[in-house]
């Protein structure tokens, strides 16, 4: 089979964008398993973090489909929110649209450029659950709020919460960072274990002032990424409820891919946050694909020239990263 596809990314989260809208491709379930698992390879010439699959909408604008880069499904992406919003604006002339995800439909709009010439979306994070059963967490209590997983750390802290993909969320200081707590307990509960059967994406958060926070993610189905857009959020609601940030203002969440913005909003009792970043693309590409031969070639690829616009924001992010956590 032959597809087009564009690389694009947020926050150096990066995805292959596949427009199913335009194109009549017809894959089966497992056929999106096997490209994901195969065009994300990083040993190969394309490699990603996952795949999103943009389609038709019953009830929006356009549907959104990610697959990890070990071909398991996700319920949410925010990065890869960002570039199918601006490829569903920019391809029906929208400024705002709404996208169906698996387990809601969400708002998104294009935003004033984060840094001249990044093209900047916002994408509503929701809905936010605690309950410990929609991760699945399998513990004796109903949610997990700022405590103690025995199994998992005598000295960190942890909250749990799904928006709708699973979060575990710690707040830690700078020597915890630089250790290797975070790699172990990460494989730990994305391989075969009982507290997590479903895996779940875990993130090491440090406050650096009020309004900034730095964070890093171990994504499940991929390992650690530059940035994931879910985990920056559920970890900017963990730094509100704490008291460490404050709803309603803006939050500036560094990580290693650049910066993004949160703010956490709290109506009626729930919880929604937006996420505003950049949506950048890197190139465009045809793909012959063997899916049989688990091979593919690249028959065309163009560089829409965007990064370079991207990596100056890039570049002041990783300043201040060095800044507060390197001392
Ligand atoms: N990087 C994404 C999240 C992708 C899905 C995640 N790995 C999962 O399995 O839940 C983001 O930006 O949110």
């Keep these: 089979m032959q597809i087009d596809l564009i690389k694009g990314h947020g926050s150096g989260n990066d995805f292959l964008l596949i427009d199913e809208i335009s194109n009549a491709y017809s894959f089966t379930e497992k056929e999106r398993a096997e490209l994901a698992r195969l065009l994300c390879n990083r040993n190969t010439e394309l490699g990603a973090d996952g795949i999103l699959f943009v389609m038709k909408s019953q009830h929006a604008d356009g549907r959104m489909r990610v697959f990890n880069a070990d071909g398991s499904e996700a319920s949410m992406c925010g990065n890869g929110l960002r570039l199918v919003a601006r490829y569903i604006c920019e391809l029906y002339g929208l400024n705002e649209a709404v996208i169906e995800t698996m387990k809601a439909n969400l708002k998104v709009s294009k935003q004033a450029d984060l840094l001249q010439d990044i093209h900047t979306y916002q994408v509503e994070i929701s809905?936010?659950?605690?309950?410990?059963?929609?991760?699945?967490?399998?513990?004796?209590?109903?949610?997990?709020?700022?405590?103690?997983?025995?199994?998992?750390?005598d000295e960190l802290t942890f909250t749990a919460l799904a928006v709708p993909n699973p979060h575990l969320i710690t707040i830690v200081e700078t020597e915890q960072l630089q250790s290797d707590i975070q790699k172990q307990l990460s494989e730990k509960v994305n391989g075969p274990n009982e507290l997590f059967p479903d895996g779940v994406n875990v993130s090491f958060v440090k406050p650096l002032q009020p309004g900034a926070i730095y964070v890093r993610t171990f994504e499940r189905g991929v390992g650690f990424t530059n940035a994931c857009g879910t985990a920056m959020s559920a970890s900017s609601l963990v730094t509100c409820l704490l008291e460490l940030n404050e709803f309603e203002k803006t939050i500036n969440v560094y990580n290693n891919g650049g910066k993004v913005q949160c703010v956490v909003h709290q109506i009626a009792g729930e919880y929604k946050i937006d996420l505003i970043g950049n949506a950048t693309y890197l190139y465009e590409a045809a793909v012959e694909i063997n899916l049989k031969g688990e091979l593919f070639t690249i028959s065309s690829k163009k560089d829409l020239m965007e990064q370079?616009?991207?990596?100056?924001?890039?570049?002041?992010?990783?300043?201040v990263i060095t800044k507060t956590l390197k001392g």
């Design 308 to 319: 370079h616009s991207y990596e100056k924001l890039q570049e002041v992010a990783q300043q």
């Design 127 to 153: 809905p936010v659950l605690f309950e410990l059963k929609t991760l699945p967490l399998n513990l004796n209590q109903p949610t997990l709020y700022n405590e103690r997983i025995k199994e998992l750390s």
